[in-house]
């Protein structure tokens, strides 16, 4: 061969080598590589295998590690999925080769996997993603107790030298935005996650599962699955959790609703190999944190070469995501990673539920005169709404006043009360809109009690607290005037809250933060609609186990499709009123028990088109309403068929 540097090999190289070394006649064609010089050979017959070149400055026993790791896998549930290394013509399976005096160059073959990298594979369903993570568990499962006198490695893109990396190379990012972005999270990195990496547990991972390492298969009559994972020159004894977080901080790119990427992949893997407690709770700033590495390694890179596309090929979806990943709280994404486990999202929600619960009998009123059966009316806002049938425009705030104040004086009420866990159609401004994972998705759940009532109705506290924050609201659709108090019981290891929204802009004069209020202390009283966001007049009442450090305010409605993670941070506020929550919770039909007496009544003929039945409640034009308030086009009945095409 030519004496050339490494990086300087041809196709003909390639071949050559091929020839000399494994006796294979082959055609190569390049592929990108970091730090390897990597071909692609197919022989005549259509034999397919990987050509990795290394510099002679990598450590063999490096490379060894990798094989033997590839070697142990064979056998394993995961083998089928990984590349396999094959040896020299003489049995090595890792060759030599000289190039100038002194310098030798490794180079070794390995089986081709078929498959289209997952980031050239669209769409990425959630059960492809959940199949990623499964597939990730489970190697990390099969490597559990692999060791070789290589595996502690000291590389850049180790997540435990996160900090040392990041602090390394943050110069080089020269936008001032983009800086302060990598800097709060390596703040969150420090202070929270690098003090509890030592109580992590730790072992051989692949700690690459980016979008390029990961095949995936063609499509099925179902769906697309993982068909191999690829590129183990990254592996290295670390913590075991970081395994997932890459893959995670991968998977999210060029996601419109980066957490409902996230949450299938983590749920396959901790399906496969169970998280534990400590690493959910640390395992969104992780993946941030991944993301700040490749964006300052990338930075770096730049700078140092910028004719190598490969070394910065994710750069800028990245930093499009750690855009939006600044804009979510650690512990909501913590919250909804758990409930995508199948954990209880909030972990402080039973504790501090079960003591309310024994403490109900000692609560004060929250309005006076205190409610009553008599007194109170059940309303329903519901999609499917009965009441409001006859409300076709229902954002419109004056003809729901109407309808609701006329509603009370019918049954001779003087509080209609607003349920909790009732997905209504009220909220359709843009304020309630999100991303979501298959375009814009509304915030229509409701996640607290409403008590519509007259103006200068007296609102008490129902239990002692503190004054967390005072703060007049005056968006349009807002709480106008609003307080909320902390209640910390540190002989009982809990801390809540208790937000009271749409009061008069004279309740908050004799408030600010940190004041103590008594059990019964009045708060003040029900605003008028003119200073509420334009509601009609009413107490919100809502009760908080994590103010995810917010001030003064916190989302009143959630997203249906996370539904459950919002009611555990936010339980039924019923608790603080001395009554059963479930009579203020609408009863919903969940839609495995519509179907299975859709079956029992309804003939096959009548099949169901959908693979996720939707559950139509309310008609409306041309439109149909699920029971989450998602509106569809009717192109079923008459609508689209010939002759109404105009």
Known sequence: MTTRQIFDFTIDDAQQLARNLYQIQAAASPLPGERDKNFRLETLTGDVYLLKISSGVEDADILDFQNQALTHLADSPVGRYLPQICPTHT????????????????????????????????????????????????????????????MHRQLPWDMKRAGQTIRRYRTCITDPDKRAIVDYFLRWFEKQVAPILPHLRQSVIHNDGNDYNVLVGPPHATERRVAGLVDFGDMLYTHTVFEPAIAVAYAMLNKPDPLSAAAPLIAGYHAAFPLTELELEHLFILIAIRLCTS??????????????????????????????????????????????????????????????????????????????????????????????????????????????????????????IGQYNEARQLYTAERFKEQGPDGEIWRTVHIALDFFTAPGTEVFAPLAGVIHSVKN???????????????????????????????????????????????????????????????????????????????????????????????????????????????????????????????????QVLSVAYRRPLKIVRGHGQFLFDEAGR????????????????
């Open 631 to 646: 509106v569809f086009l009717d192109c079923v009945n008459n609508v689209c068929h010939v002759g109404h095409c105009h």
């Open 473 to 603: 609201n005056t968006a349009p659709l807002s709480y106008g005037p609003t307080l909320i108090l902390e209640h910390n019981l540190p002989e009982e290891g809990i801390t809540f809250y208790t937000l009271y929204g749409h009061l008069s802009e004279d309740s908050l004069a004799r408030f600010y933060p940190g004041k103590k209020t008594d059990r019964g202390e009045r708060l003040g009283w029900v605003g008028e609609r003119i200073i509420n966001g334009g509601w009609p007049s009413h107490l919100h009442l809502q009760l908080i186990t994590d103010l995810l450090d917010q001030d003064g305010n916190f989302p009143g409605v959630a997203r249906p499709d996370r539904r459950q993670t919002w009611l555990d941070i936010c339980p039924n506020p019923a608790l603080l009123l001395g009554l059963s929550a479930d009579k203020f919770t609408p009863a919903r039909r969940d839609i495995p028990a519509l179907l299975q007496q859709r079956n029992e009544s309804v003939g």
């Open 91 to 150: 049995g090595e399976f890792i060759g030599a080769v000289s190039l100038v005096p002194g310098q030798t160059c490794y180079v070794r073959l390995l089986t081709w996997l078929p498959g289209t990298p997952l980031a050239r594979a669209n769409p990425h369903s959630p059960a492809l993603l959940r199949n990623l993570g499964g597939l990730l568990g489970r190697l990390d499962v099969a490597l559990q107790g692999f060791s070789h006198q290589a």
């Open 295 to 416: 964006v300052s390694i990338a930075a770096f890179n730049r700078r140092q070469n910028q004719q190598n596309e490969y070394l910065t090929i994710s750069e800028q979806p990245a930093w499009a995501l750690l855009a939006r990943l600044v804009e979510i709280h650690p512990r909501l994404a913590h919250y909804i990673f758990r409930e995508a486990c199948g954990l209880p999202p909030c972990p402080q929600t039973e504790k501090i539920v079960a003591w309310l619960q024994a403490n109900q009998t000692t609560f004060a009123p929250v309005l006076r005169p205190a409610l009553s059966e008599q007194s109170c009316h059940l309303l329903d806002l519901s999609v499917g709404s009965v009441e409001l049938g006859a409300l076709p425009n229902r954002t419109d705030m004056t003809a729901l006043t109407d309808l609701i104040d006329r509603r009370l004086q019918t049954v001779d009420a003087t509080v209609g």
